[in-house]
């Protein structure tokens, strides 16, 4: 069984995608945090996120200590993640390890979860069950800002505010998998409901599927 979970930035996919993934058991790969994980190592080399061929050379040979460290959460890489993602050759290094991820998940789970902008167009376009979550930019700001505060890091809600409106742009606007629903994807819209509403309506889809 392969769940797609695809959807903007801070919509709330994450922790949705981990909920799903412990409550059925079955194993969960945040695509994001590999993106991240190019864009990081270029940060800590001083090298730009502009910089094609290092991007390209970091995504070749992904040093997977860099999905443990704390920087790879910080809003500065989020931003270099979103523009080393739009190179082509980056996400053609970093296909075969989410595509394998999903046909033979770690440790025998019987399904995988996966989320991401492309899993349900690119990454997995056969998915047993796609999901498409989104929220406005404002209530994702103010997630987000939330967040930040609770772990102690200063931040302006119009900093995110315009951060997760670039990302967007951004994500939605390249020519190499852009993000955008599957066709078949079912779309819930986070805005008004927390995220325990959240969870019950895709394990009812979830559930359906089994
Ligand atoms: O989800 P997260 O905010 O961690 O993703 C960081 C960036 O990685 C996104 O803004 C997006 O540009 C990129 N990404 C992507 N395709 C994915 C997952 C993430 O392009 N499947």
Redesign the pocket.
């Known amino acids: 069984m392969i769940i797609a979970i695809d959807g903007p930035?801070a919509a709330g996919k994450g922790t949705l995608a981990r909920r799903i993934a412990k409550e059925f058991d079955f194993a969960y790969l945040d695509?994001?945090?590999l993106?991240?994980a190019v864009g990081l190592s270029l940060l800590k080399q001083g090298i730009a996120p502009t910089d094609e061929a290092a991007a390209e050379a970091a995504s070749a040979a992904l040093d997977m200590a860099l999905m443990d460290d704390p920087a790879l959460r910080a809003e500065a890489t989020?931003s270099a993640?979103?523009q080393v993602?739009a190179m082509p050759k980056v996400r053609a290094n970093l296909l075969d390890f989410q595509k394998n991820f999903a046909l033979n998940p770690p440790d025998g789970a019987p399904g995988a979860v996966l989320d991401?902008?492309?899993?349900g167009t690119v990454?997995c376009p056969d998915a047993d069950l796609k999901l498409f979550v989104t929220a406005s930019a404002e209530v994702r700001a103010e997630r987000r800002l939330k967040e930040m505060q609770e772990r102690g890091i200063a931040a302006d809600f119009d900093a995110i505010l315009a951060d997760v409106k670039a990302?967007d742009e951004?994500?939605m606007g390249r020519k190499d998998?852009p993000l955008k629903p599957a066709e078949d994807a079912h779309l819930l819209d986070t805005s008004n409901l927390d995220i325990d509403a959240v969870f019950l309506r895709a394990a009812a889809f979830v559930k359906e599927r089994l």
Do not use: F, K
């Open positions: 930035a695509t994001g945090a993106y991240r989020g993640a979103s993602a991401g902008r492309d899993i990454v990302r951004r994500d998998a």
